[in-house]
């Protein structure tokens, strides 16, 4: 069992994902817990293909965090409700564009993500993503699709 249950690299399961936008193509998330500290690097290609990656480097204190390369958001808070449950809230010019809860399952081998996102047209819609961790795991400097 490993000592921090959402350290690793995890890959976004869209067909079990319930989503209010178009599907991206893939979703690659690596995310390195040490402490109170924790970082994220999500490699993502969008529906129409446009790939990004976003990173975000944040303390468990749900105090707005930098996020770099994202078109969704350009801030990040998250707390740390318990060792397999997290809070998060994303911030684009200062105003809520998401809020979502994260819980590992008790295998550590995937987890939800479930909460609400402002579509482009401004209206609030649910959100639920299933991530799964990757066999072979590779840390968020060098993370490789999979």
Known sequence: MRKEPFHGTWKLNI???MLPFPAPRSV???IEVEEDRVRFTEKSVSSVGVSEIAKIEA????EAHPIIGSSIADGFAI???SSHE???RGFKGGEAVFSAILLVSEDERSFRE?????????RRANVSLIYERCE?????????EV
């Open 28 to 30: 690659v998330l690596c």
């Open 59 to 62: 303390r468990f204190d749900n």
């Open 15 to 17: 067909a079990a994902s």
């Open 79 to 81: 707390r740390r409700v």
């Open 114 to 122: 479930f909460g609400e996102t402002t579509l482009d047209d401004g």
């Open 136 to 144: 072979s795991e590779t840390s968020a400097n060098g993370g490789q």
């Open 86 to 88: 997290w809070e998060t």
